[in-house]
């Protein structure tokens, strides 16, 4: 790690979060992998950089040692995909600012500063959680346009964030279906109204989440389509 970055104050969270088992590494694969290896529920897997970090759709997640918060958390697992809107507002809630672009990611302007990737493991969802922290710069040719907190003026610690994370995670993992659903339609501008292009390749407008939270779509031709995976782009 260059020595202009700050080390990660592991016992001063662990000292925050007492009994939650926090495993920090200096380098990762990737977190999910580590996670993997053993799945106590609470458990929780952090590193300075992922040398492979992995995001949604077998995308990569870009990890330089220090400049982000990259973690996986291991949870009891819940319906998906209400438990995918649940990280979204939870990791919103940590950050504390942003849209949620269905499912999951935390845009800043339009940028995204964090994401989220859920794999289910028999009873068990490893939740992965990367936020933007304090990187200047990012690839152009990213298909969302990313940032970090500082460049957006969002000035915490990753040691602040890391314990507002389990604990929104905690809470928000808790609450029931309806909820999520209602807070996650009044914290995502996603939901309603959002002239949008599916990855399968559709297009319309965001009309409602149905009961287990996917996204409702209509097009132009009037017909409604549920979006059950991939993400969504917004358009103009
Ligand atoms: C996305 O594509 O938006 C999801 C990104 C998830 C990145 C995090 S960083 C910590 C954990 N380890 C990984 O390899 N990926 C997730």
């Not at 390749?201 to 996204?215: R, S, Y």
Request: overall charge neutral; some cysteine; charged content about 25%.
């Amino acid at each position: 790690m260059p020595n202009s970055v700050l080390r990660f104050n592991v016992a001063s969270v662990r000292a925050r979060l007492p009994g939650r088992r926090i495993d920090w590494f200096e380098s990762l694969d990737s977190t999910m992998i580590e996670a993997r290896r053993d799945m106590q529920p609470g458990r929780i897997v952090g590193a300075e950089e992922q040398t492979a970090g992995m995001g949604r759709h077998g995308r990569k997640w870009i990890s330089k040692a220090g400049a982000g918060l990259y973690v996986s958390m291991v949870l009891a697992a819940n319906p998906i995909p209400v438990v995918m809107l649940a990280l979204g507002l939870a990791t919103r809630q940590a950050i504390g600012c942003g849209d949620i672009r269905w499912p999951n990611d935390v845009l800043i302007e339009g940028k995204k500063c964090a994401g989220v990737l859920a794999q289910l493991e028999g009873d068990t969802i490893i939740a992965g959680v990367g936020i933007n922290v304090s990187q200047m710069e990012f690839p152009e040719d990213l298909e969302t346009p990313a940032t970090s907190l500082l460049l957006e003026g969002v000035r915490i610690s990753r040691e602040d964030l890391l314990v507002a994370l389990v604990e929104s995670v905690d809470f928000y993992t808790r609450r029931n279906s309806d909820d999520i659903l209602r807070e996650f339609t009044n914290a995502s501008s996603y939901v309603f109204g959002k002239r949008v292009r599916v990855e399968a390749g559709l297009e319309g407008v965001t009309c409602g989440l149905d009961p287990a939270g996917f996204l409702r779509v209509r097009e132009d031709n009037g017909t409604e389509t549920t979006v059950f995976t991939g993400g969504v782009r917004r358009l103009g």
